[in-house]
């Protein structure tokens, strides 16, 4: 089932043109609905809708965990009016409902102009249990297309290579939704395009990995396996391979990973697929320095940038420039570490890349507690931080949490190390980070240590044990 943008009635293009007039054109604060079939459709119209705006455009993802939009709608400032697109108002209901009534006010005391984006089911929801807000709006456009036999652009924008330029959490968490949707829209086809949909798999695995979902973008990798070694695709069985093998580091260790990523290196290498094999370098010479492999991490390393230097990719030769920041912090060459962070630091930032360059940040934190610049490094780890825990990088906010703990236990400030540890250990625990549950039981035992308490001491350690123990 497919879509295009255009229509041959020209309804859309007349619901869109309206629409877009009514932002434009109206000062004060409106609020409107636009209704679709599919994510795809959805995608397409909000890609030609954004063409032909003059205000800027804010974008949120409503979900179970997030269902009230005036929190959202808030942190927009007000200096600049602004068109604020609502999406998955469905996932936020039925407590949706009653934030729209009790706060109906809040999105009129602001300039901006305010869409959700619903289906069917969900409008009518709205509308019977928002009844009062829903007497406000300026009414609803319907934005659902006729069915044509070709894909739409936005599809093979949603196929196109994943980028790492985010703007936030919400961003990560619309990709998510509307690679399932697209799954479960293609998949319902007569005659379904497997090939096409373990395309799909292996993209929407790649956004549950940023996200933090760890054990579904395993279980999408995996699916997106299957149906690309049914077909042959090999392609895409690299991407699922190495998608895989992110998720099982995570979750269960370097050994597992490491099997994966040299059996999608293998195949990259055999037939031809350059790039893929750097980024299967890449990976390998991560998990090597995990284990303490430096030459071989190393190795790796060189390997992957000679590749990306010929093909002229500055963004991967960038994410190389980190890792042998790494390696040389580990061995003790802090010079040389900074200058490899930095390098990587310029080409993210240049390049919008906002997680690696909290990364980056983070890195250098490290490198300055190590060297006891302690404000220096507080500064680094607070800057990595306010990037993590805006575009929802839950674990490496616990990361910088973490290094923010050893900070103040260096500092002798062991109440606000365990806090830190602490903060850690909760995220990590609900990710299901069994090692990182492991270091962060350690560090609160070499606080009891420190505090002269031996049966909390022996209490951490014996559990950080039991979970390395099981971990490979």
């Known amino acids: 089932m497919t879509v295009s943008i255009h229509s041959e009635r020209g309804t859309v293009d007349d619901e869109l043109q309206k629409l877009g007039i009514l932002i434009d054109e109206t000062e004060r604060s409106i609020i409107a609905f636009a209704l679709f079939q599919s994510v795809t459709e959805r995608e397409a119209a909000v890609r030609d809708l954004k063409e032909r705006l ?71 929801e709205i509308t019977t249990l928002a009844p009062d807000f829903w007497s406000w709006s300026s009414g609803t456009f319907d934005i659902r297309f006729e069915r044509t036999e070709e894909r739409t652009p936005v599809v093979d924008f949603a196929l196109g290579e994943p980028q790492l330029g985010f703007e936030d959490k919400g961003d990560l968490l619309r990709l998510v939704s509307w690679y399932q949707g697209m799954i479960e829209e293609y998949s319902q086809e007569e005659n379904p395009d497997n090939a096409f949909i373990g395309r799909l798999y292996a993209r929407l695995a ?122 040389a912090a580990q061995r003790f060459q802090f010079d040389d570490a900074e200058r490899w962070h930095q390098k990587a630091l310029d080409v993210f930032d240049r390049l919008g890349w906002a997680g690696p360059t909290a990364s980056c940040y983070h890195s250098l934190g490290e490198i300055a507690r190590l060297r006891r610049r302690l404000d220096d490094a507080e500064g680094w780890y607070k800057k ?23 900070l103040s236990k260096t500092r002798g400030d062991l109440d606000k190390a365990e806090m830190w540890y602490r903060k850690a250990l909760e995220i990590y625990q609900r990710l299901g980070l069994h090692q990182d549950i492991a270091d962060e039981y350690e560090a609160l035992g070499e606080l009891a240590e420190l505090r002269d308490q031996p049966e909390e001491t022996e209490r951490w350690y014996q559990k950080a044990r039991e979970i390395s123990e099981q971990t490979p």
């Open 54 to 124: 003059s205000v800027p455009v804010k974008e949120f993802t409503l979900s179970s965990e997030q269902q009230n939009p005036i929190q959202l709608l808030l942190s927009v400032p007000n200096d600049e009016r602004a068109v604020v697109f609502f999406y998955n108002a469905e996932d936020a209901l039925p407590r949706l409902a009653g934030y729209l009534n009790l706060q109906r006010e809040t999105f009129l005391d602001t300039p901006h102009a305010v869409v959700f984006w619903v289906g069917e089911w969900g409008l009518r």
């Open 206 to 327: 790649y956004y549950l990995f940023l996200v933090g979902r760890l054990a579904d973008a395993e279980d999408n990798a995996l699916a997106a396996l299957k149906r690309a070694q049914e077909d042959e695709n090999l392609g895409t069985a690299v991407d699922a391979l190495g998608i895989a093998g992110r998720a099982v580091h995570r979750l269960r260790g370097v050994t597992e990973a490491k099997t994966r990523f040299a059996e999608a290196l293998a195949i990259s290498e055999e037939h031809n697929m350059p790039a893929k094999a750097a980024t299967m370098s890449y990976l390998l010479g991560a998990v090597d320095l995990r284990q303490g492999r430096i030459d071989d991490a190393e190795r790796w390393q060189r390997k992957a940038l000679d590749i990306v230097d010929r093909l002229g990719f500055e963004g991967e030769a960038a994410l190389s420039f980190h890792e042998l920041g790494h390696i």
């Open 384 to 406: 990595a931080l306010k990037i993590q825990e805006r575009l929802g990088l839950d674990d490496r906010a616990a990361s910088s949490y973490g290094g923010l703990g050893r």
